[in-house]
Nanobody, 119 residues
């Protein structure tokens, strides 16, 4: 099992910045990817950004150029730096860790952190 704890959410004005942090613990060896998802009011959970074990990153089109995902393997942490925040970025942000074992995908989730952007 992998335990994930997010922090860094809050209320900021449009155009502001926030940095989310995710601390991983437990069976973290061999994780294939770590990422951030979000779920806005009345919306489905969506991928925001992911960083693979190779270091490759992917971003949702809506956040490209504004958000940056990074990981610090020495500290078992993943970060999401968010700039130029918009009201539509308002959501609960979830940290995710993924492991592929014998063709079976195992997803682990944090409890989520609320990000609210005021206009």
């Amino acid at each position: 099992q992998v335990q994930l704890v997010e922090s860094g959410g809050g209320l900021v004005q449009a155009g502001g910045s926030l940095r989310l942090s995710c601390t991983a613990s437990g069976s973290i060896f061999g994780l294939n990817a770590m990422g951030w998802y979000r779920q806005g009011p009345g919306k489905q959970r969506e991928l925001v950004a992911v960083v693979f074990s190779s270091g490759t990153t992917n971003y949702a089109d809506s956040v490209k150029g504004r958000f940056t995902i990074s990981r610090d393997d020495a500290k078992n942490m993943v970060y999401l730096q968010m700039h130029s925040l918009k009201p539509e970025d308002t959501a609960v942000y979830y940290c995710n860790a993924r492991r592929l074992e014998r063709l079976v995908v195992h997803d682990f989730w944090g409890q989520g952190t609320q990000v609210t952007i005021s206009s």
